[in-house]
């Protein structure tokens, strides 16, 4: 069931969702250089979340057996990890590699969710295109995110953009509806066709958040039961906004205005 929000509740949704662009926009990418770890980067973001009186999302979040509770205030994904990378000590960043970084807040009582992907100082050609592509992806989504279109015209329209470049798109995760809960109807995937799913109507509240491959769209999830990376082992990005459709336009959160 779609769960529509007010003009007051999209408020407080976006305060929690301003948290997030803070911390991408601001924080995190004075750390962001090869030598950190993971982990590191994940205590300063559980810091500064705590900081402004908001709590991390994911830190314990339970999806049930037989995967644990979601230990940390981050996911943080490496090169061919695509999602729910788990960070670890033991993962120093080196030059040349691409991170996504995603992470919820929860302000009272309203959640935020976004997610960006960072280059550790010159990266590849292929890994530039991909972010460029991926984070272009995210903007053609939101366009499309107007009442009057349907869910499957978001999915449609990022595929055919997407896959213009020969990258492909992960089909096991998808955005989602986001504010009393993390995770809430509908299920908004990155590809699909067009003209299907729900109607795309005021109040309604949804992340946009394409997961784009250099490779094969196949995942695998490793024995910790979180972590999905590629089956092919390519390089892997995401960027996710939040976004509220007020007077029949999408209108982004998950930004610093």
């Not at 230990?71 to 040349?96: D, M, R, Y």
């Not at 053609?140 to 020969?166: F, H, L, P, T």
């Not at 949804?206 to 999905?228: C, F, H, Q, S």
Request: proline letters at 5%.
């Amino acid at each position: 069931m779609i769960i529509y929000k007010t003009l007051d509740e999209i408020k407080k949704i976006k305060a929690a969702n301003h948290i997030i662009a803070e911390l991408f926009e601001e924080v995190l990418p004075k750390y962001i250089k090869a030598g950190i770890s993971t982990y590191e980067l994940d205590q300063i973001s559980e810091d500064f979340i705590r900081s402004k009186g908001a709590i991390p999302g994911t830190k314990g979040y339970d999806i049930g057996r037989p995967s644990p509770p979601y230990p940390a205030a981050t996911c943080i994904s490496v090169n061919e990890v695509v999602v729910h990378g788990i960070p670890s000590k033991k993962q120093i960043l080196k030059e040349g590699d691409i991170l996504t970084i995603d992470t919820v807040t929860v302000l009272d009582g309203y959640f935020g969710d976004a997610a960006i992907t960072y280059a550790v100082g010159e990266i590849d050609e292929t890994s530039k295109k991909l972010m460029e592509v991926t984070e272009k992806a995210r903007e053609i989504g939101i366009e499309a995110s107007r009442a009057g279109n349907r869910i499957g015209d978001i999915g449609a329209a990022i595929q055919e953009y997407v896959e213009k470049y020969g990258f492909s798109l992960v089909r096991d995760f998808a955005g989602h509806g986001c504010g009393k809960e993390m995770h809430e109807d509908p299920m908004v995937p990155n590809y699909g066709r067009a003209g299907t799913g729900a109607k795309i109507e005021d109040g309604m509240v949804i992340t946009i958040e394409p997961m784009v491959n250099v490779g094969t769209y196949r995942v695998k999830i490793l024995p910790d039961m979180w972590t999905a990376v590629t089956k092919d082992g390519k390089r892997s990005a995401q960027y996710e906004h939040s976004i509220a459709i007020i007077d029949g336009k999408p209108v982004i959160l998950s930004v610093n205005d």
